[in-house]
């Protein structure tokens, strides 16, 4: 009954939210307005907050994510689909048997961006949370073979029609899909693409939402919905062609891989070039194996290892038949070992300590969608620049270049799992959360920078059954040893109280401000340290500092919401002060106990939060450079005194 009383407060509370729009990501009520849909254009609705990079995304809005969106499968013939679409809202579910076929739609919307940004122009949610998308596109001429269609992200059913006829559906908000257009398409000329958009964020049921929710409150933000990563479209062989490459390399030049293709029965050859990183026009090292196999093999002598002091990648070339793709790797092993009696994480041989911030992923003006490559990578060479090695990619997950700017700066990452509600989860929404693991999993092991994957955060839509278990299991399945698992970051660590079962390879601590690090006192709910797993400091720190106006997310409810924050400092001196002192804790931690690694509360304000080292707008760093490096160092100096015997 408390359930159902819960879940109808949600139900009202969203109606009553969703009555008030427009809001989400505006700064007001205003809206583009047009005499009718023929004359409708893009213009961006003012957001709460701009970002610095909202001025060169709104006067380039043919250019807007420009980039390749895949770098573990490029080819080079492809098309990119991001720029202006025609949108609408749409009344029900019921719509989607009559797509707007040959019909121009009422607004404009900059795509990649989620509809509740500002820099989409739309800057709201659907009351019915049903939308449509529309487009023509011309097939290039450098495309003389099949047609491929795909989506880097859509949150979170989609419905793709293209020249009037039903391609395919896609249910996820996260994870990157496709379908084989070619029958569908018009090469000699245009062709229409249209979407159907159902996203009820938390309306209803239990998905994968991470910290989105319709009404926003503090740690949880303005939602997503819609188009938010790269549209383009491909060239491949029509006989057969690579979907997916799966390689997984050691730092000893071992090198497990397996080439799936579009005929999964098939095994075609496969070539496997490895580069000389000096010079991309010698091969370094050639071998062959089967498609829809794995297949094993070493380098010898070995390369260079990638580790965050030498981000060393190697470009590889993989050809199937017809089909010539590239992808890259990096050469690195990642264990949890006994070390003098003590769980650590080990690279490459080498205990590591881990430290870097929380990193939530969202942005004012695109919300989910970075403005742009340049804003995405601003944030983490920000992190590399005082020293950090690491950060938790906080319960979202970010496009591949990403990824891929992770894996050239030499950053640890621990990716999570997009949470559940926080709410009950029936059996077919558990089911739903597993095939979705799974996906977004296997999806990130070739990134040599992931080095862990987080399941549960703080007890989040995990049914108290102890679902770790067989989850766990699950993932070793799909890592095989490239990286490790987190099973529950912070709390509920059912396997622990109820069967007392040490679960995953870490035991991951939260607690604010001060940090509880692999030591002998704990707080609810953590559980004590065991001793069994790698002791980590989920989530500390969280300190939190107010600014002025122009640097705040310039929402009524987010701003009265930040006396919530942990603590707020008066001054930037004394949130230095204290956020130092916080991180000094944990190195005297890790020198006195079995600390392994921390995770800073966060980089960047978000909405209502004030305890980044950047605002939200990413204009002002509160960081005092000088003192940072030299703490980060002094955690990086202990440890290894501690690991060393000194």
């Known amino acids: ?30 809206r583009p307005t047009y005499k009718d849909a023929e004359n409708a254009v893009y213009a961006p609705v003012e957001p709460k907050l701009r970002s610095l990079w909202w001025d060169n995304v709104t006067s380039n809005t043919d250019s807007v994510w420009a980039e390749y969106p895949r770098p573990l499968l490029r080819r080079d013939t492809w098309a990119n689909l991001n720029g202006v679409w025609e949108f609408q809202f749409a009344k029900s579910a019921d719509e989607v048997s009559k797509p707007p076929v040959h019909t121009t739609l009422e607004q404009r919307i900059l795509v990649p961006y989620c509809m509740e940004s500002g820099l989409s122009g739309i800057a709201q949610q659907s009351q019915s949370f049903y939308s449509w998308y529309r487009t023509s596109f011309k097939v290039p001429k450098s495309f003389k073979k099949n047609v491929i269609l795909h989506f880097a992200a859509v949150d979170y059913e989609a419905t793709v029609f293209v020249n009037g006829k039903k391609v395919g559906t896609h249910t996820g908000g996260y994870d990157k899909f496709s379908f084989d257009v ?3 398409i018009n090469k000699a000329g245009s062709n229409e693409l249209i979407l159907f958009v159902y996203d009820p964020t938390d309306a209803n049921g239990n998905r994968s939402i991470g910290k989105q929710r319709i009404i926003p409150s503090h740690i949880f933000y303005t939602p997503c919905s819609g188009i938010w990563q790269t549209v383009s479209l491909e060239s491949v062989p029509a006989s057969e062609h690579i979907t997916d490459i ?5 730092a000893d030049g071992s090198l497990n891989a397996t080439i799936a293709t579009s005929k999964d029965k098939s095994k075609a050859p496969v070539k496997i070039s490895i580069l000389d990183p000096a010079d991309n026009s010698k091969v370094l090292f050639a071998t062959n194996g089967t498609a829809n ?22 470009n590889v070339t993989v050809s199937v038949g017809h089909d010539v793709a590239h992808t890259y790797t990096g050469f690195r092993t990642i264990e949890r070992k006994d070390v003098n009696g003590v769980q650590r994480f080990v690279l490459n041989g080498k205990p590591i300590f881990q430290f870097g911030p929380l990193d939530q992923g969202f942005w004012p003006d695109g919300l989910h969608s970075p403005p742009s490559y340049e804003a995405m990578v601003y944030d983490l060479k920000y992190l590399k620049n005082l020293g950090m090695n690491f950060l938790r990619k906080h319960i979202k997950v970010e496009p591949d270049l990403f990824y891929e700017a992770a894996d050239k700066l030499g950053l640890l990452l621990m990716q999570d799992m997009p949470a559940l509600n926080i709410a009950a989860v029936n059996d077919a929404e558990q089911t739903e959360f597993e095939r979705q693991l799974d996906i977004l ?10 080095a862990s994957f987080v399941i549960y955060n703080e007890g989040w839509g995990q049914q108290h059954n102890a679902p ?6 699950k993932a070793r399945e799909i890592v095989q040893g490239h990286q490790l698992v987190n099973s529950m970051s912070g709390w509920d660590d059912w396997a622990y109280q109820i069967y007392n079962v040490s679960v995953g390879d870490y035991q991951d601590n939260h607690h604010y401000s001060s940090p509880q690090c692999g030591t002998p006192f704990f707080s609810r709910a953590s559980v004590p340290y065991d001793g069994v797993r790698i002791g980590f400091q989920g989530e500390f720190g969280g300190v939190g500092h107010n600014v002025s106006i122009e640097h705040l997310w310039n929402d009524a409810v987010a701003i009265n919401a930040i006396n919530e924050t942990y603590e707020i400092d008066k001054t930037v001196d004394v949130w230095n002060y204290r956020a130092l002192r916080v991180i000094e804790e944990l190195r005297e931690q890790t020198e006195l106990f079995d600390c392994n690694g921390g995770v800073y509360t966060q980089t960047t304000d978000v909405e209502g939060e004030v305890n980044g080292f950047l ?5 002002y760093s509160r960081v005092d450079e000088e003192k940072w490096k030299t703490m980060i160092s ?11 015997g000194a």
Request: net charge neutral.
């Open 615 to 619: 605002t939200y707008d990413r204009a």
């Open 182 to 184: 070619t029958k569908y």
């Open 1 to 30: 009954m408390a359930v159902l009383k819960t879940s109808l407060t949600v139900l009202v509370l969203a109606a009553t939210a969703l009555a008030a729009l427009p809001k989400n990501g505006g700064l007001n009520d205003e």
């Open 246 to 250: 799966d390689i997984r390399a050691g």
């Open 634 to 644: 002094r955690l990086y100096e202990t440890f290894d005194k501690k690991v060393n």
């Open 293 to 314: 196999a794995p297949f094993s093999f070493k380098v010898d002598p070995a390369p260079q290892v990638w580790s965050p002091d030498t981000p060393n990648l190697y």
């Open 441 to 450: 999993f296997r999806a990130h092991t070739g990134f040599p920078s992931v």
């Open 468 to 473: 770790e278990i067989h989850l766990t299991e």
